[in-house]
């Protein structure tokens, strides 16, 4: 069993940064390939980027070039820095772990329930 706890979610403005990150308990988070999606009040959840358990990485094209997924196995985290944050980033932000070995922009369309474990999410409210 696997415990991923989000955290770094807030209330910035338009244009600031941050990093969100997801760590595991339970197993070492090494043997998963990890996703970020975003789900806004009254929306579908959405992709947002992913990276596999060698380091192959991919983004949503709608932060692409804003925001970077990253993982450190040594801490069993996995990190999204977010720049230039925009109001429709406004979303609550939660990892999951797939045990699936596919590509990174394969897991864009992996459905949720490919998906081994998930967290309960943070907040990240952007204003304009």
């Known amino acids: 069993q696997v415990q991923l706890v989000e955290s770094g979610g807030g209330l910035v403005q338009a244009g600031d940064s941050l990093r969100l990150s997801c760590t595991a308990s339970?197993?070492?988070?090494?043997?998963?390939?990890m996703a970020w999606f975003r789900q806004a009040p009254g929306k579908e959840r959405q992709f947002v980027a992913s990276?596999?358990?060698?380091?192959?990485?991919y983004a949503a094209d709608s932060v692409k070039g804003r925001f970077t997924i990253s993982r450190d196995n040594a801490k069993n985290t996995v990190y999204l820095q977010m720049n230039s944050l925009k109001p429709e980033d406004t979303a609550v932000y939660s990892c999951?772990?797939?045990?699936?070995?596919?590509?990174?922009?394969?897991?864009?369309?992996?459905?949720?329930?490919?998906?081994?474990?998930w967290g309960q999410g943070t907040q990240v409210t952007v204003s304009s």
């Open positions: 990276i596999t358990r060698t380091g192959g990485t």
């Open positions: 339970g197993r070492t988070l090494s043997t998963y390939a």
């Open positions: 999951a772990a797939t045990k699936k070995i596919t590509t990174p922009q394969a897991m864009s369309v992996l459905p949720p329930g490919q998906y081994d474990y």
